[in-house]
């Protein structure tokens, strides 16, 4: 993120990612990391994000981000990496929400296990990890939690009916959330990407349809990178945002 803004607020922050080691989650740690925050990240995609970590370390040896693979449907499992980094590294200013899977399903065939499983993934670990940071931002007189939710409900996106609910759903929590840490100096926001060009999406769905789509949909020109996503969250990590609290911010070009 060559042409992004400086936020020297970040400088030794200590910032926890969820889902840090592909595609948006990969461009928020390159992001923190340039910015001088302490970043620890976890995901299932191991080679990954072992290959993230060695390149940002060769490039930023004073800021090198920690990893741990930790599959975050397992909440014991998360609980126990964030309190076994936060004694290594410090208790945590930042939380970003951002692992989540969107992978589509057809109404007729979504069982009680796929259901389950859906939320198991996008939606429970938001509120633990939220839980586990907050004696640490408490102790510290404040902090940031900023929580993923995605263009995808907005837009009455089909195909994925009960990843549309799970991100939903993260607007109510980020506010409730907003409201009961608010006092302890804790801001509690949404950031809202649009159809964000990571490799998965590239690979997966991004046909000559769908260009033709975002170039309709949009009222922006261009395709929208991770780095665009990343820059909005710098800003909420950040001091220059500690009066917003409780909102949404979306990112998507105008589609929404």
């Known amino acids: 993120m060559t042409s992004a803004a400086s936020y020297p607020s970040l400088q030794g922050k200590r910032v926890f990612i969820t ?3 592909t595609g948006i989650g990969e461009a928020l740690v390159a992001a923190f990391v340039a910015q001088g925050a302490t970043v620890a990240f976890v995901d299932i995609a191991r080679e990954a994000s072992e290959q993230l970590v060695a390149r940002l370390t060769a490039a ?17 499992a998360l609980q126990a990496t964030m309190a076994e980094l936060a004694a290594q590294l410090g208790d ?4 970003v929400n951002n692992a989540a899977n969107d992978q589509r399903h057809d109404i007729a065939e979504v069982s009680l296990d796929y259901w389950n ?18 004696a640490g931002m408490k102790g510290k007189g404040g902090g940031s939690i900023i929580n993923f939710s995605s263009m995808s409900w907005h837009a009455k996106g089909a195909g994925y ?6 991100k939903a759903a993260v607007i109510g929590l980020t506010r409730s959330l907003a409201r009961d840490l608010g006092p302890f100096g804790i801001r509690v926001n949404t950031v809202t990407p649009g159809w964000v060009m990571t490799q998965r999406q590239v690979a997966l769905w991004v046909d000559a349809a769908a260009e033709e789509e975002i170039k309709r949909a949009q009222c922006l020109p261009g395709k929208l990178m991770p780095d665009d996503v990343a820059a909005m969250v710098l800003f909420l990590a950040a001091d220059d945002s500690k009066m917003c609290t409780a909102q949404d911010f979306v990112v998507d070009a105008g589609w929404t």
């Not at 090198?64 to 930790?70: E, G, I, T």
């Not at 945590?92 to 939380?95: A, K, N």
């Not at 009916?161 to 799970?166: F, I, K, N």
């Open 19 to 21: 889902g840090g080691g």
């Open 60 to 76: 930023h040896q004073e800021a090198a981000p920690v990893f741990r693979h930790c599959d975050i449907t397992d909440i014991p």
């Open 92 to 95: 945590f200013d930042v939380l």
């Open 117 to 134: 499983e859906r939320i198991a993934i996008n939606q429970r670990p938001m509120f633990f990890a939220a839980q586990a940071v907050l």
């Open 161 to 166: 009916p009960v990843y549309a609910t799970t």
